[in-house]
């Protein structure tokens, strides 16, 4: 039988990931390059033929998942518990800043899947926000039967990506660091067999380039 598959897509640049400026839930947008990547994204998705795309609603996440969108001819749903994780007192500052006013934190907050910065959420509450919208796809696509090996498409963020992934893959939470970063317009994917009422997700691919424009198969 055809299988599941979920493909996480991480936005294109921002002014704020090129200076190490931490974001969080800061409605950002692209920069110059970032809109290039998103549209290279596009033009390698296309032949993927997702069924359907749900973005983050902040705008590095959705312009990126619009461009998507027009290379594929699918509409674009947003949902913001795709957001990213609120950085708390983080958010805005460099990394250099955040080290010197709290040194190690950041190095903590890694490791500690279950920390959060001042004022803002671990990745665990992360997942917990999010994990749900994409279990609400994947529901509606095993009732109506869609699958036919055309992927739902998340579009979203770093953060976002890797605690998804980490609790979707069954991880204990003390093993969630190992779920690494992931570039910008970077890609995961995470394949289920059908025939089970609960899914048991796989990791097919991470940190894959979509940015590069060269295409990828369906």
Not at 118 to 134: I, L, T
Not at 157 to 165: S, Y
Not at 202 to 215: E, H, Q, T
């Amino acid at each position: 039988m055809t299988g599941r598959r979920v493909v996480l897509l991480r936005h294109g640049q921002t002014e704020h990931n090129a200076e190490s400026r931490m974001q969080g839930q800061l409605d950002t947008s692209l920069s110059e390059l970032g809109e290039r990547q998103a549209r290279a994204a596009g033009a390698a998705f296309a032949g993927m033929h997702p069924h359907a795309i749900v973005s983050s609603d902040l705008h590095r996440a959705y312009d990126t998942a619009l461009a998507v969108g027009a290379a594929t001819g699918v509409a674009v749903q947003t949902d913001p518990r795709l957001r990213e994780t609120h950085l708390g007192e983080w958010q805005g500052r460099t990394h250099y800043e955040v080290d010197a006013v709290h040194p190690g934190a950041r190095d903590h907050w890694r490791a500690d899947a279950t920390w959060a910065p001042p004022g803002g959420e671990s990745r665990v509450q992360v997942a917990a926000r999010a994990v749900p919208v994409v279990e609400e796809f994947v529901t509606r696509m095993d009732r109506r039967g869609t699958w036919a090996d055309r992927p739902l498409l998340v579009v979203a963020h770093g953060g976002v990506i890797a605690a998804v992934t980490a609790a979707l893959l069954g991880l204990p939470v003390d093993r969630w660091p190992v779920i690494g970063g992931i570039g910008n317009t970077g890609w995961a994917e995470l394949g289920s067999r059908m025939g089970r009422s609960s899914p048991q997700w796989r990791l097919n691919v991470w940190n894959a380039d979509a940015g590069s424009g060269d295409g990828i198969v369906g």
